[in-house]
């Protein structure tokens, strides 16, 4: 499954929204009615770390600030107000499948 | 507290083999899955391998498949990834994570470690 994100970088002001796309080239709905959907931040010189799972659900610790939604092959990560501390690239993947694949990544950087 | 260590990065020969390990603490680690992720320089992730609870259910990615083994030992709470005939495009560094809940598989990096890295080069 080959995952497609957009934009591949972006820049926001401090306080304003963000917001990435990403994209499957086949369906991750579950006969289950989950959607296989994750994503992930990597912020400057650390390791990955889970934001979402189920396309939607955040994973514990993780402020409400971050929201995704979609369903099928179309898929967005929102930011409702960024902060300084929200630098990094943000991965969205696909666990339909165990062969597990990557967006190419969105970059955010503050403006 | 979830801990994972990585370790057995080296510079090695392309064509040589190298063995890494993770070490889990803070956690029952027979009851979970576990990841091998790799991030090339400058680029992005790229799942590797995994195996389940039995150790008898192991994936790997196609690009590592046939050269690179995953392992476990319960007893030392040990991750290994056994990776022979090494190319230039294996360099990169590899993240060992692990999956949630126990005896489960999905989400498959709820916890990752800091990294080994490796080097192929002549």
């Known amino acids: 499954i080959v995952m497609t994100q957009s934009p591949l970088s972006l820049a926001v002001t401090p306080g304003e929204p963000a917001s990435i796309s990403c994209r499957s080239s086949?369906?991750?709905?579950?006969?289950?009615?989950?959607?296989?959907l994750d994503w992930y931040v990597q912020r400057p010189g650390q390791s990955p770390q889970l934001l979402i799972y189920?396309?939607?659900q955040r994973a514990s610790g993780v402020p409400d600030r971050f929201s995704a939604s979609g369903s099928g092959t179309d898929f967005t990560l929102k930011i409702s107000r960024v902060e300084a501390d929200d630098v990094g690239v943000y991965y969205c993947?696909?666990?339909?499948?165990?062969?597990?694949?990557f967006g190419q990544g969105t970059r955010l950087e503050i403006k | 507290e979830v801990q994972l260590v990585e370790s057995g990065g080296a510079v090695v020969q392309p064509g040589g083999s190298l063995r890494l390990s993770c070490v889990g603490s803070?956690?029952?680690?027979?009851?979970?899955?576990f990841n091998w992720v790799r991030q090339a320089p400058g680029q992005g992730l790229e799942w590797v391998a995994n195996?389940?609870?039995?150790?008898?259910?192991?994936y790997y990615a196609d690009s590592v498949k046939g050269r690179f083994t995953i392992s476990r030992d319960n007893v030392d709470n040990s991750v290994f990834l056994q990776m022979n005939n090494l190319r230039d495009e294996d360099t990169a560094i590899y993240f060992c994570?692990?999956?949630?809940?126990?005896?489960?598989?999905?989400?498959?990096?709820?916890?990752w470690g800091q990294g080994t890295l490796v080097l192929v080069s002549s």
């Open positions: 189920l396309g939607s």
């Open positions: 195996i389940h609870v039995s150790s008898t259910r192991r």
């Open positions: 994570a692990r999956a949630s809940p126990p005896d489960g598989d999905y989400p498959p990096f709820r916890f």
């Open positions: 993947m696909q666990a339909l499948l165990t062969l597990y694949t």
């Open positions: 086949q369906s991750l709905l579950h006969s289950n009615g989950n959607n296989y």
């Open positions: 803070g956690f029952t680690f027979s009851r979970y899955t």
